[in-house]
């Protein structure tokens, strides 16, 4: 059996909240207020901050090149069916 290594991190509190850091009381009111450790404030606040910085996907290549549309149209063939037109107006 493989021996378990886990990462760590040494997290060191600010003395007071700034906008860089905040204090022990702080991630204890955290804690308390989800009924979560402060181990797992911390992971969560770092979840919370990937999901909104972070893309969701890989970037793609960009768009298509004329070539690359002309061959997906030659492709697909001709549009079929009706068009659709709208009888509100």
Do not use: C, W
């Amino acid at each position: 059996m493989a021996a378990h290594t886990q990462d760590k991190l040494l997290f060191r509190y600010r003395p007071a909240d700034n906008l860089n850091g905040v204090s022990r009381t702080t991630v204890e009111s955290l804690a308390s207020a989800l009924g979560l450790n402060e181990t797992q404030v911390i992971h969560y606040a770092l979840k919370q901050l990937a999901k909104s910085l972070l893309p969701a996907y890989k970037q793609d290549d960009g768009p298509l090149a004329a070539k690359d549309i002309l061959a997906i149209q030659r492709r697909g063939g001709a549009p079929r069916g009706k068009s659709v037109r709208s009888t509100i107006i």
